[in-house]
């Protein structure tokens, strides 16, 4: 109370000192534009923080306020030596003024048809950094994962200087090998993620034994830079026989759409100045799809859809090679080249995400985020067993990595249909059908008891719909089942499914309206129902398969050889190289773009040129260390036998 009086008294003199300019100039104050949402009012951190008075420093303070209807804090000042309960009294008790003048008046009536301001909460933010036992070992963890292709990276720089001047013949028999077989071996055969490559085969049926001096060189090779990075740019399509060649460009473009629909999702939650006109501008222009307008992100369905066909590619072809037997041994060595496959860089990921918490300053807009994120502490188990989607959405440890728990639990349900598959057709169509029904039903009804809407941005506002209907496997498994049944087609296919012309025109015709049916019927449902809507239902119900559906004909389209001009642009060599880092792409591009929204100190204001801006920048920061994470920390665990 002293330093406040303090504080407050100097603001008052005709000559005030500098810290009390300082500390009085970076309280937030009302700026233009607040029909349009500019209602927060931040005021200047590290302004307040540069303030150093007799006794105490500035400290920066959120205030959480409610006025009638709208919502908004107010960044204040205030001595170092207060602590949150002591800010929230000074605020209650109107203690903080400037003469006679609030420092915190409330939105004026014009504007605001209630005066009355509800405190809801203060937040003060500290100026040091603090990490604890958790934080410090995350980062050991990740350190480590770095160190250890590094140190294997200059040990077999060393190795081959020796073996260049004089080494054995044994050793550099197996060292041969070891490089032939980690050389050659790069994404055979495997299914894929969301945004992820095949992980290969097993060859290890023909791998010679070596004596535990040569395994040593092989791990080495596993490990080191020589090796994974081989491959990463290479532009020939890395799946075996040549098939699923449109399979990268899909993979690449849906990836993008992701990242975009990011970029605008995470800027508008809490840190626009302008949000009531960026969401009259989205929610009029069906332009705004590729952005974050419309069906909520049709992109996660063609990965679910990619990844079912992979899967079933995967585990096809490893009955193969196993003389048609699947057997329990089978089964879990496809379930473990699973977990090998996105583990790695998963938990890295949550790792260095939970480090970053506790060793960056953030700014006022980091603060929504923070208990989201904070929960890794938490809920970090349910990330390594990948159950994360089962939580409730605010307790999920990184919240993006909602998709790799769903993708699994996908991923292992194929063993089981290619088991009814084996046994009896009709049980196998009987099961696959109630799934098909299972899934649609359980959307659309959900939809109906909670008035969930089905267009985004509403989908912001709604909590039911992420938590009852967007991460839960019951409500999504609907693309990956029609991946699985694609690629189980394409494995066993004797002949061309189309043999006329019109057919080929006709399904082009049906795969490209529906494409647009599926994004204007959301314009049209774009009001959240107050009631059981049974458009809105049908809808939510129907739409994510329909859309794989249409995903599914241009992959069968340009396998069958009608693709055209649209077989050949998702063919193109480009797509490769960024298919093959596309995993560390979509665990990565969210820690950019929360990095640049939590560092302001000011709002973003919303513009189509700010946004596209935005996100190239994420994108090309993504992509640079995406491909050092992926020959660093992805590939070298695939690499391991």
Same mark, same amino acid.
């Given at each position: 109370?002293? @330093?406040?009086?303090?504080?407050?008294?100097? *603001?008052n #003199?005709d000559r005030?000192?500098?810290?009390?300019?300082?500390?009085?100039d970076? $309280?937030?104050?009302?700026?233009?534009n607040?029909e349009?949402?500019?209602?927060?009012?931040?005021?200047?951190?590290? #302004?307040c923080h540069?303030a150093?008075?007799?006794?105490?420093?500035?400290?920066?303070?959120q205030?959480?306020?409610r006025?009638?209807?709208v919502?908004?804090?107010?960044?204040?000042c205030?001595?170092?030596?207060?602590g949150?309960?002591d800010?929230?009294?000074? =605020?209650q008790?109107?203690?903080?003024? $400037?003469?006679?003048?609030?420092?915190?008046?409330?939105?004026?009536?014009?504007?605001?048809?209630?005066?009355?301001?509800?405190?809801?909460?203060?937040?003060c933010?500290?100026?040091t950094?603090?990490?604890n036992?958790?934080?410090v070992?995350?980062?050991?963890?990740?350190?480590?994962?770095?160190?250890?292709?590094?140190?294997?990276?200059?040990l077999?720089a060393v190795?081959?200087?020796?073996r260049?001047?004089?080494v054995?013949?044994?050793?550099?028999?197996?060292?041969n090998?070891?490089?032939?077989?980690?050389?050659?071996?790069?994404?055979?055969g495997?299914?894929?993620?969301e945004?992820?490559?095949?992980t290969g085969e097993d060859?290890?049926?023909h791998?010679?034994?070596?004596?535990?001096?040569?395994c040593m060189y092989?791990?080495?090779?596993?490990?080191?830079?020589?090796t994974?990075? %081989?491959g990463?740019?290479?532009?020939s399509?890395?799946?075996?026989?040549?098939?699923?060649?449109?399979?990268n460009? *899909?993979? =690449?473009?849906?990836?993008l759409?992701?990242?975009?629909g990011?970029?605008?999702? $995470?800027? =508008?939650?809490n840190?626009?100045?302008n $949000?009531? @006109?960026?969401k009259?501008?989205?929610e009029s222009?069906?332009?705004?799809?590729f952005t974050?307008s419309?069906?909520?992100?049709?992109?996660?369905?063609?990965f679910l859809?990619?990844?079912? /066909?992979?899967? +079933?590619?995967?585990?096809l072809g490893?009955?193969?090679?196993?003389?048609?037997?699947?057997?329990?041994?089978?089964?879990?060595?496809y379930l473990?080249k699973r977990?090998?496959?996105?583990?790695?860089?998963?938990?890295?990921?949550?790792?260095?995400?939970?480090?970053?918490?506790s060793?960056?300053?953030?700014g006022?807009?980091?603060?929504?985020?923070?208990?989201?994120?904070? @929960?890794?502490?938490?809920? !970090?188990? +349910?990330?390594?067993?990948?159950?994360?989607?089962l939580l409730p959405?605010?307790?999920?440890?990184?919240p993006?990595? !909602?998709?790799?728990?769903? @993708?699994?639990?996908?991923y292992?349900t194929?063993?089981?249909?290619?088991y009814f598959?084996?046994?009896?057709?009709g049980v196998?169509? +009987?099961?696959a059908?109630?799934?098909?029904?299972m899934t649609t039903?359980?959307?659309?009804?959900t939809?109906?008891? &909670?008035h /969930?809407?089905v267009?985004?941005?509403?989908?912001l506002?709604?909590?039911?719909?992420?938590?009852?209907?967007?991460?839960?496997?019951?409500?999504r498994?609907?693309?990956?089942?029609?991946g699985?049944?694609t690629?189980?087609?394409?494995?066993?296919?004797?002949?061309?499914?189309?043999?006329q012309?019109? %057919?080929?025109?006709l399904?082009?015709?049906?795969?490209l309206?529906?494409?647009?049916?599926?994004?204007?019927?959301?314009?049209?449902?774009?009001?959240?129902?107050?009631?059981?809507?049974?458009?809105?239902?049908?809808y %939510?119900?129907?739409?994510?398969?329909?859309?794989a559906? +249409?995903?599914?004909?241009?992959?069968?389209a340009?396998?069958?050889?009608?693709?055209?001009?649209?077989?050949?642009?998702?063919?193109?060599?480009? !797509?490769?190289p960024?298919?093959?880092?596309?995993?560390?792409?979509?665990l990565?591009?969210?820690?950019?773009?929360?990095?640049?929204?939590?560092?302001?100190?000011?709002?973003?204001?919303y513009?189509?040129?700010?946004?596209?801006?935005?996100f190239?920048?994420?994108?090309v920061l993504?992509l640079?260390v995406?491909y050092?994470?992926?020959? /660093?920390v992805?590939?070298?665990? &695939?690499?391991l036998?």
């Open positions: 109370m002293e @330093d406040t009086s303090t504080f407050l008294w100097e *603001i #003199q005030p000192k500098e810290y009390a300019v300082f500390m009085y970076a $309280f937030g104050k009302m700026g233009s607040v349009g949402g500019n209602t927060n009012q931040p005021g200047l951190l590290q #302004q540069s150093h008075g007799p006794t105490f420093s500035g400290q920066y303070c205030v959480f306020i006025q009638g209807t919502q908004y804090f107010v960044g204040i205030v001595p170092d030596s207060c949150e309960e800010v929230q009294m000074l =605020v008790y109107g203690r903080l003024r $400037f003469g006679q003048t609030p420092l915190i008046p409330p939105l004026p009536p014009i504007l605001v048809n209630e005066s009355t301001q509800e405190i809801i909460m203060t937040h933010m500290s100026t950094v603090a990490p036992a958790s934080d070992t995350c980062l050991f963890v990740c350190c480590v994962m770095v160190a250890l292709p590094l140190a294997a990276t200059l077999t190795l081959r200087w020796q260049n001047r004089e054995s013949p044994s050793v550099e028999s197996c060292l090998t070891g490089l032939s077989l980690y050389g050659t071996l790069k994404n055979n495997s299914s894929s993620s945004m992820t490559n095949s060859n290890n049926r791998t010679p034994l070596c004596f535990p001096q040569s092989q791990w080495l090779q596993a490990f080191s830079l020589q994974t990075s %081989q990463v740019f290479s532009s399509s890395s799946n075996p026989g040549g098939g699923f060649s449109s399979v460009g *899909i993979r =690449v473009l849906s990836l759409w992701i990242i975009c990011h970029s605008a999702q $995470f800027s =508008v939650m840190s626009l100045d $949000f009531n @006109d960026w009259n501008a989205v222009s069906p332009l705004y799809v974050f419309g069906p909520a992100f049709l992109a996660v369905d063609t859809l990619l990844g079912g /066909l992979l899967s +079933a590619r995967s585990l490893s009955i193969d090679r196993a003389e048609g037997k699947l057997s329990p041994s089978l089964v879990a060595s473990f977990i090998k496959r996105v583990q790695p860089l998963h938990l890295f990921i949550m790792c260095l995400t939970i480090s970053l918490l060793l960056v300053q953030w006022p807009y980091w603060f929504p985020f923070l208990e989201t994120l904070m @929960d890794c502490k938490t809920y !970090w188990w +349910a990330n390594l067993l990948l159950i994360s989607n959405v605010h307790e999920i440890c990184i993006w990595t !909602w998709y790799l728990s769903l @993708d699994f639990q996908c292992a194929t063993p089981l249909l290619l598959y084996r046994l009896n057709k196998f169509v +009987a099961v059908g109630g799934l098909l029904l039903a359980t959307g659309a009804v939809t109906a008891l &909670l /969930l809407p267009f985004q941005p509403s989908t506002t709604s909590e039911n719909y992420a938590s009852y209907y967007y991460v839960k496997p019951y409500t498994y609907g693309p990956f089942l029609l699985i049944l690629g189980m087609y394409l494995m066993t296919k004797k002949g061309q499914l189309l043999k012309k019109w %057919q080929v025109a399904g082009w015709f049906c795969c309206s529906l494409m647009a049916v599926l994004v204007g019927l959301a314009y049209v449902l774009k009001e959240t129902p107050a009631y059981s809507s049974v458009p809105h239902a049908l %939510q119900g129907l739409h994510r398969s329909l859309w559906l +249409a995903i599914t004909w241009i992959i069968l340009c396998e069958e050889g009608y693709g055209g001009f649209i077989k050949s642009f998702l063919s193109l060599g480009f !797509w490769v960024l298919s093959n880092i596309s995993f560390a792409c979509y990565t591009h969210p820690i950019f773009i929360v990095l640049y929204i939590g560092l302001q100190e000011t709002p973003i204001h513009t189509d040129i700010n946004f596209m801006y935005l190239l920048g994420h994108l993504t640079i995406s050092v994470l992926t020959v /660093l992805e590939k070298p665990y &695939l690499l036998k």
